[in-house]
């Protein structure tokens, strides 16, 4: 069997002169020319001494060649390893050095300053490649042959390596095969019921798991279509939504969407699904747009190291505030964080899941790997959930967000659900900060509307009637916005520095 995901995903393109990339300037990259120009990338991947299990970094700008190169790597049988553009050189010193790719493609803008660490980091080949798909690993790939046996690996071979966020100690890099990521594209094929006939509306970065793995893997396996926008773009998204059939998003997708007028059921009747994912839905957002528009968001559930875990259903009832159910062939269970035993419905508990879709392993890391991993195979997630009587799954938080005061366990989630119902509250994030007399003071931050005549006292007033004492805030803090990483999550970390001196 060819257990190559470069083979599996685009098993089902049958007709090499479909499109399969556009773009947002009107180019058209067909199932051919993909395969063509994927062809060309693996020869110079290859003709450069890549093998099987050697890495590729790459740290460039979206475009449809770095979704291409992505492909190479796949037929070259390396490990793909995407970094944020964003990242400083310093930081790029940091993966290069854990990772030690063969290869590694950047910007053309930054090969000066990424020169010497590649040097002296031993990594055998620097190329380029900028936004519009020029760059040295293009000119060279010009002159390579357009033939290529793709590489016949091992189901548990890897295909990619994609680094966490690291915002506790430093970035881990999860190991993910090529079995991991087909099973779970074949799967959300299904789950979502794509076809050839769907049209992709990808705005989403393509150096995380939603962008490459999920909307990618997803419209390669389908025979399907993307138009590839290189970031969100209001006016970008109203040009091409009627060209779509399905939009992927984060949360802020959606917020910033209700707030343009010409959003309607006229606008959106055509489309076939909305899907969100990466960070909570807002219940409120869920339901302002369905009242807008008709359609009801799917919102889905899963992480750098599992792919994705559950989804609501396709057909069925999605459910405000819940990631719905675990997908066919993965396992979900509730268990106590303490001492791992099984918890029943309604009970919160730490994640844990088990599949095809769950990783290999965190690289270079052995005892983080043992530690994260159940003797029975159930990777431990982090993030606490439960399941209600009906089977859907809710993410209650992680578990390192979970607050414990007077040595009572707050969940954040519950609380800032409470919040965001006040009058005159945006969005709110609740933290645990250190405090004298009862270890971690409940402590909101809180995004207020314009104009809002909201207080602390009158948070804490409405609050007061609804939930248990020690649930209650002892500090409300307001701010204008919620510093978010670039898949729209709260960093609840950056905020628990900010204020951990507040009760001091």
Same mark, same amino acid.
């Given at each position: ?338 001492? &791992?035993? %099984?918890? /029943?419905?309604? *009970?919160? #508990?730490?994640?844990?899941?088990? @599949?095809? $879709? ?23 997630? &982090?993030? %606490?959930? /439960?399941?209600? *009587?009906? #089977?859907?799954?809710?993410?209650? @938080?992680? $578990? ?23 009058? &005159? ?13 009862? @270890? ?65």
């Amino acid at each position: 069997m060819q257990y190559n995901l470069y083979t599996q995903i685009l098993s089902r393109a049958s007709d090499r002169d479909a499109p399969c990339i556009r773009t947002a300037d009107g180019r058209v990259y067909t199932y051919g020319d993909v395969d063509t120009l994927s062809a060309r990338f693996a020869n110079v991947l290859r003709s450069r001494g890549v093998v099987i299990g050697d890495r590729v970094a790459v740290q460039v700008e979206k475009s449809p060649e770095a979704i291409i190169l992505y492909l190479a790597c796949l037929r070259a049988g390396a490990a793909f390893l995407p970094l944020n553009p964003g990242y400083t050189t310093a930081e790029i010193e940091y993966f290069v050095d854990d990772a030690t790719p063969h290869i590694f493609v950047c910007d053309p803008q930054k090969r000066k300053d990424l020169a010497p660490i590649c040097e002296s980091l031993n990594v055998a080949h620097l190329l380029t490649l900028d936004a519009n798909g020029k760059g040295t690993l293009t000119e060279f790939a010009a002159k390579a042959e357009t033939d290529y046996e793709t590489a016949a690996v091992e189901a548990t071979d890897l295909a990619a390596i994609l680094y966490t966020s690291g915002t506790t100690g430093r970035s881990k890099g999860a190991m993910l095969t090529h079995a991991n990521l087909a099973s779970n594209a074949r799967t959300l094929v299904e789950y979502w019921q794509f076809t050839e006939s769907d049209v992709l509306l990808h705005a989403l970065p393509i150096f995380h798991t939603h962008g490459l793995f999920v909307a990618t893997n997803v419209v390669l396996t389908a025979g399907a279509s993307m138009i590839f926008l290189p970031k969100f773009d209001i006016e970008e998204i109203r040009k091409n939504l009627p060209q779509a059939t399905t939009l992927m998003g984060v949360p802020t997708f959606y917020t910033r969407l209700l707030n343009e007028e010409w959003l309607d059921r006229s606008s959106t009747d055509h489309m076939r699904l909305f899907i969100s994912g990466s960070a909570p839905l807002l219940a409120e957002t869920h339901k302002a747009w369905t009242a807008r528009t008709g359609h009801h968001i799917l919102e889905r559930y899963g992480m750098t190291e599992t792919n994705m875990i559950s989804s609501n259903p396709y057909d069925g009832d999605r459910l405000p505030g819940s990631v719905g159910f675990p997908l066919p062939g993965v396992s979900v269970r509730i268990t106590d964080p303490a001492s &791992g035993a %099984l918890l /029943q419905s309604g *009970e919160v #508990g730490m994640i844990e899941v088990k @599949g095809p $879709n769950v990783f290999k392993g965190y690289w270079r890391m052995p005892d983080k790997t043992r530690a994260d991993f159940r003797e029975d195979g159930y990777f431990i997630t &982090g993030d %606490l959930g /439960q399941f209600d *009587e009906g #089977g859907y799954l809710s993410i209650v @938080g992680r $578990n390192k967000d979970l607050v414990i005061t007077g040595g009572y366990n707050v969940y954040p989630k519950e609380l800032e659900e409470e919040i965001d119902q006040i009058e &005159g509250v945006v969005e709110s994030a609740v933290i645990g900060v250190p405090h004298p007399d009862f @270890g971690e003071g409940v402590t909101a931050v809180v995004v207020a509307r314009k104009g809002s005549t909201l207080t602390e006292d009158s948070v804490i007033k409405a609050l007061d009637a609804r939930l248990a004492k020690y649930k209650l805030p002892k500090r409300v803090i307001f701010v204008e916005e919620l510093p978010r990483n670039t898949m729209a999550k709260v960093l609840k970390n950056e905020l628990r520095k900010t204020y951990a001196d507040l009760y001091k």
